[in-house]
């Protein structure tokens, strides 16, 4: 898993690449800490790349979105796959989050 992040005034943007599993979400877990402790802008998390998720990579979903929604901020989760959109909508994340082309 690799994990692009870039900030532009109000907009952080966060990239996803590869599989977000258990052991990838627990090793992106202390890069996202600054976005987490700055959630008070919008946050896109840019999925393109994610090519798959797992129950703990939804946590870290949650968990932005929980860091942003208690700083005033928000998230948009961008251009997710076929594979990655049936995993939202099974768990109901679909109604969570915003979700962009």
């Known amino acids: 898993m690799e994990l692009n ?4 005034d109000d907009v952080t943007t966060v990239k996803f690449i590869g599989r977000l599993d258990t052991p990838s979400a627990q090793e992106i877990t202390k890069d996202l800490e600054p976005v987490m402790n700055d959630a008070s802008g919008t946050i896109v ?3 393109s790349e994610l090519t798959y998720i ?3 990579g939804l946590r870290i979903f949650l968990s932005l979105r ?3 929604a208690t700083k005033g901020g928000n998230v948009i989760v961008r251009s997710i796959s076929d594979d990655v959109r049936q995993v939202f909508m ?3 994340f679909l109604n969570l989050f915003q979700i962009e082309a």
């Open 5 to 8: 992040i870039n900030k532009t």
């Open 45 to 47: 998390m840019d999925c």
């Open 54 to 56: 797992s129950s703990s």
């Open 66 to 68: 929980k860091a942003a």
């Open 90 to 92: 099974m768990t109901g």
